[in-house]
């Protein structure tokens, strides 16, 4: 068991790689800087961080707990949280939205519906005896009946994704 500690500050450094270079044992420290690592007396060990300088020791089996202090690198940033997303997942979402917010596409129009998107005499006649009105409706409901299928397969691969990454 050990403790790895920033030099400056003496907190924990979160997330240090500690490795037994003997045996290949890895672990990670916890926000305190706390970690636990088996290691025989002459194995070396090593710590590594993405915010502070690389440290090695070698385990003489001595001390309970090691404390080590490592320097933090002047390029270090640390930020609190960050989450990449593909391309395709951030449209995925927005397209998602959508489908959720857009109104039920129908093939065919009641008479009370084409009154209330009818904005002239001249476009409630369109709309009701037009072939081109008619299939754009086609369009817009197949086109619909695909983004929610997508969705769909979507949402079972990302569960699918989940249960076997367990």
Known sequence: MGKVL???TGKGVNLA???NLKNR???RTNKEGVFFLDASVGD???IASLTHERGAFRWNGNAEEIVF???KLDKAIELPEVRVATKREQQLEKEIKQVLAEPEAKKNLSFGEAVSMAQSPITLL???FSKSAKEDRKV???MQEKRRRDLANYRFGMIAGQ???L
């Open 163 to 165: 249960a076997t990454d």
């Open 17 to 19: 790689t500690i490795t």
């Open 6 to 8: 920033d030099a400056a």
């Open 126 to 128: 369109y709309e009701l």
């Open 44 to 46: 070396s060990i090593e």
């Open 69 to 71: 202090r490592l320097k």
């Open 140 to 142: 817009a409901m197949l």
């Open 25 to 27: 044992d890895m672990t």
